[in-house]
């Protein structure tokens, strides 16, 4: 019989969260797929706000000695990662915090489909809509995808922030305004919801859609990142 020690630790996939029934489709697909990658493992959603169940609850379930690997289903390292998983995981004897998804070459391979998808032009001015952090290292995060953003796609890019970091989106749109010239937007979130929403409405010419969408299976990479995280925690 095997002991739950024994086990491959349950990947316990932790997404921030969000009220919108189209964000929670698009995540709940990434898990799914995760899941279907990986029939072996045992794969479980949490949810660090909005959403439950949240990670203390999820890992409160597990049978006595069974371990677990929190992979952040989030973009850069900022308090969730440092904070709220890392006290859920600290509670749980065997239970680790795997790295974020971000930087990534890949995530700035998709944000370049996106842009392409998109129509980009050889003329715009491109900007990165990303969720922002009062944590100096996520923001650093930011500007990494950024620059391999821009040695992608063979334009300059800069950044701006929906929240807790400097500058706002809608401040850097209007920055970066020529006459004449289109500002693009790339959107560096992971799901539709609230802060989509707000890129959306930021001023831009175009606005990219998330990395994930409900009407479309996730990026592959996606799930080899996510994947990739959780073999890294066992490390």
């Known amino acids: 019989m095997t002991t739950p020690a024994a086990q491959s630790p349950v990947l316990v996939a932790a997404s921030h969260g969000t009220a919108s029934p189209v964000g929670q489709a698009a ?16 794969v479980r959603a949490a949810f660090v706000d909005v959403q439950q169940p949240d990670p203390p609850a999820v890992l409160g379930t597990l049978p006595a000695g ?10 850069s390292a900022g308090y969730h990662v440092f ?6 995981a600290a509670a749980v004897p065997g239970a680790r915090v795997a790295p974020a998804l971000g930087p990534d070459l890949r995530l700035a391979a998709l944000l370049a489909r996106r842009l392409d998808a998109a129509g980009l032009r050889d003329d715009d ?39 807790a970091a400097e500058p706002r989106l809608t401040d850097a749109v209007a920055a970066q305004r020529v006459p004449g010239r289109r500002v693009v ?3 560096y979130l992971l799901a539709p919801g609230f802060f989509a929403d707000l890129a959306a409405r930021s001023g831009a010419d175009v ?26 925690a066992t490390d």
């Open 207 to 232: 606005v990219t859609p998330p990395l994930l969408l409900d009407d479309e299976p996730p990026a592959g990479d996606l799930v080899d990142m996510v994947l990739e995280r959780y073999e890294a």
């Open 66 to 75: 069974r371990r677990a690997h929190l992979v952040p289903l989030l973009l």
């Open 83 to 88: 904070v709220d998983l890392t006290e859920a």
């Open 125 to 163: 001015v491109v900007v990165l809509g990303a969720a922002g952090s009062s944590e100096p290292s996520a923001v650093r995060d930011c500007e990494t995808v950024a620059a391999q953003l821009a040695a992608t796609i063979g334009h300059d890019v800069t950044v701006g922030y929906l929240s």
């Open 185 to 187: 937007v790339a959107t």
């Open 27 to 42: 995540v709940a697909a990434l898990v799914d797929a995760v899941a279907a990658r990986r029939p072996d493992l045992e």
